[in-house]
């Protein structure tokens, strides 16, 4: 990117909590590590059970251990936040103040929330706990049922007064929050756009759901949860939750001229495509289009690109298709890690946390391991395996997909 193009898209700031870390300093250092929090989870409404009785089910993901929102944050808005509005704004909190968005005219920023139903073990636990006594419910209820709960929350804590909604795109709703911030920018609507990839908090009725669709694993590493997540690997038996939250801010390079401000990269292309199809199976025609799309935006040759995050969930048919993508479009060259074998799947944070690991590689100059692949379905491709590698990312793709036949593709360029 040329300093003199004053239209060019900016990454300015970002934040991230997951559970390997809160910030970027933390999550960037465990990441790097290998360092993963795989177990059964424990969080109150995960398991299912009757009574006083143990839990019947036994579902493997990555908890947050333990959390804290930062100074700073109103007292009475948190008392009343779900986790996923707790994580939300702490996450924020932190992409803010790295993009020093304080002194910049609040109508002139937007956010885009990705993520939709993303609050139900909250919503679970109270019909749990007022179904002889709904006249006690309390009157917050009224409010976090509705997706417009978590982008409202972060629009009044933080003032921004452009524009504020949420968007539904399943495991690919944090990317294409982070697209439409991008568009927005771009077509001038604001002058700074902030995309949230929203904790989707799952209760034990969507972990049956997704346990009895055949998505989310694990039968062969039951007993050893530290095992169980493992994309792209030979022995993987479907996806690993967990927890997390990632937000980017994007912004013109002409408005991003505020004291002690340094972008992480210029999103250079993205596309959206769709399949057409309601299932969770993938598209080989839809992913390879989607990433055509999106270098063809950049401008870019396949082979300048060096990075690929792919979406790599874990899921045997989806890992084999990306697989068979990527080579199809000529990115088998480039390194290739996977996130979620480290932090989990996120679903609707997915796109938005990969995206942040992206970045915080691309700034740490180094390129995180992939746990548990042992042994890949493809050993041809360029793998991060055990340990980190030093790699200076110039040019990368981020790749995420979604049930419903949602495929998105963003590149990114070195700034």
């Known amino acids: 990117m040329q300093s003199s193009d004053s239209s060019a898209v900016l990454v300015t700031g970002v934040g991230i909590t997951s559970a390997i870390g809160h910030g970027a300093a933390d999550f960037t250092a465990a990441l790097l590590e290998g360092e993963s929090n795989f177990a059964v989870m424990k969080r109150p409404g995960r398991q299912c059970s009757t009574g006083d009785e143990p839990p019947t089910t036994q579902f493997i993901g990555a908890e947050i251990p333990s959390f804290s929102p930062p100074d700073g944050l109103p007292a009475s808005i948190l008392r009343t936040a779900s986790l996923s509005g707790q ?33 139900q073990r909250e919503l679970t636990r109270a019909h749990e706990s007022y179904r002889e006594r709904p006249q006690f419910l309390r009157p917050t209820y009224g409010l976090s049922f509705m997706d417009s709960d978590i982008s409202g929350m972060c629009s009044e804590v933080f003032g921004i007064r452009g524009f504020a909604y949420t968007l539904g795109g399943a495991s690919a709703s944090g990317q294409l929050a982070a697209i439409q911030a991008v568009q927005a920018v771009a077509s001038g609507q604001v002058d700074v756009c902030i995309a949230v990839g929203a ?65 992480y990269a210029r999103v250079a292309g993205w596309g959206v495509r769709m399949d057409a199809n309601r299932n969770p199976n993938p598209s080989f025609d839809g992913e390879v289009g989607v990433i055509r799309q ?9 082979q300048s690109i060096d990075y690929v995050n792919p979406h790599g969930t874990g899921s045997r048919l989806g890992d084999a298709t990306e697989l068979k993508t990527i080579e199809e479009v000529g990115l088998k060259h480039a390194y290739i ?6 932090i989990g799947h996120g679903l609707s944070a997915a796109g938005a946390s990969e995206l942040v690991a992206t970045l915080l590689q691309m700034r740490a100059g180094k390129l ?11 050993e041809a491709c360029n793998w991060v395996r055990d340990r980190c590698v030093d790699h200076d990312i110039q040019r990368a793709v981020k790749i995420s997909l979604g049930f419903s036949g949602i495929n998105c593709a963003m590149c990114l360029e070195r700034s």
């Open 199 to 263: 904790l989707m908090d799952l209760s034990h009725w969507e972990c049956q759901g997704l346990r009895s669709l055949g998505a989310m694993g694990s039968d062969e590493f039951a007993d050893q949860p530290q095992l169980a997540c493992r994309p792209f690997d030979r022995r993987t038996d479907g996806f690993i939750f967990g927890e997390s939250c990632g937000v980017v801010v994007v912004e013109r390079a002409g408005a991003a001229t505020r004291a002690g401000v340094k972008p």
């Open 87 to 119: 994580v939300a704004l702490a996450t924020l909190h932190e992409a803010w103040h790295d993009a020093k968005l304080a002194d910049v005219d609040p109508v002139r920023i937007g956010l885009v929330v990705g993520g939709s139903n993303v609050q």
């Open 294 to 302: 999106a270098l063809q935006k950049a401008g870019f040759d396949a």
């Open 368 to 378: 995180h391991p992939c746990g548990n692949l042992d042994q890949p379905i493809d």
């Open 337 to 342: 890690n996977t996130t979620k074998s480290i």
